[in-house]
């Protein structure tokens, strides 16, 4: 259909999809009967032709002969004509049926009176004609003088034949094509009707429908089939989207209205009665405090907002001794406070990385592990066949079991009060970064501790 006339293709292309593909297969079975039907009709006016003319040749010798003989003209195949000239045109002789009329227009006489054979039809196929011949006419010498000798024979049973063939052709193709295009309807009413069943779930989707599941056959493996496993998909994930999107407001929502009703609590309280200088700069401090939090949460909301829009990374190449002692160095006092060490193991490599989103991924996963575990921390690095790995081990109780199936969600933590220090954001925000790169980030517990695991392309 790509052939189709430029103002025929917007027509064509506005039909729904079942006319296109009807009107597709009526005009495909439209010139294969046109050209099977030609062919039989070929074959048979061939055959039909062959022997109508092996009959007027021996006709046509028959009377020569009797012609050069001077004897009466033998009876040719039934309804045959024949018809003598002299070679200025004149009838010398004639079948009771033809009398005097004249066979051979002036050029044909002319071109058998200079030794010609002339062989032409009278009277046509369609429309129908009455008296049609086929006739031959051939110069014969007799006696020194010139004849043209015509033979005929009438055409009547071989046309009859022809358009009765027509007839049925005409009648077996259209019949044909009527199957055709109705078996051709019917398939793609049945190949499109799961199409129609997936839209109409989209609409239901689109509405507003919850928990939506596309039915599709178990049994089958064709491209519907697979088209409505990948809709379920598609389904799937947009459903788990949206319940993050729940989650995430509710969560956020709940992280946001805690240091608020903090603040409002302590601003009540100060407002209601009289308070010293000492009373009021505690009260400022708890506010102080209360702002940071919401000052961090907004923060790391932003960042993960930005590792989620961002196309690229800016990768550029750095020593990753000296970004891991950059990392490190802000956890030092806090660690040595609470007589913890950090320690570091890392090549004198090079790697192509973001360390503005890096560093930052690193100092989560170690203020984590000094917040959460007890005992010294260790950070290790190393680089094989252009992929970094870091590992943040600590000592402790490691991880809850369920908690890691959950541990990257956002605001997930492991324990179930929320008013403890940390947003629960920061492990979501190591998994943003490993993404952002194109690598991956998990978390396992060792027997002795947990560990958070950072493979990156480097």
Known sequence: MSRLPRRLRPWFRRLPVVARLVLAVAVTMSLVLAGAAGLVYWRVQTALDRQLNDDLTTYQRSLDQAVRDGVQPPPGPSGSLQQVLDARGHVLGSSAALRDRPLLSVAELGATAHGATVRRDVGSLLPITSDTLRLQARR?????????????????????????????????????????????????????????????????LADGAQNLRLDVPADRDDEITRLGHTLNHMLDRLEASAERERRFVADASHELRTPLTLMRAELDVALHRPRSADELAETLRSVDTEVQRLIDLSDALLDLEELGTTQHISRASAGLAGLLAAAVAPHLRTAGLEGRAVTVEAPGAEVDVDTRWLRPAIGNLLDNALRHATGDVRLTAAVHEGRLRLCVTDEGTGFPPEFLPRAFDRFARAEASRTGRGSGLGLAFVQAVAAAHGGTAHAENTGHGARVVLDLPC
């Open 140 to 204: 014969v010498t007799v006696g020194g003088q010139g004849r043209i000798v015509i033979a005929a024979v009438r055409r009547g049973h071989r046309d009859e034949a022809l358009r009765e063939l027509l007839a049925q052709l005409a009648l077996a193709s259209g019949l044909t094509l009527i199957a055709a295009s109705y078996v051709g309807y019917r398939t793609a009413r049945a190949a499109l009707r799961p199409v129609e069943r997936y839209r109409a779930g989209a609409a239901g």
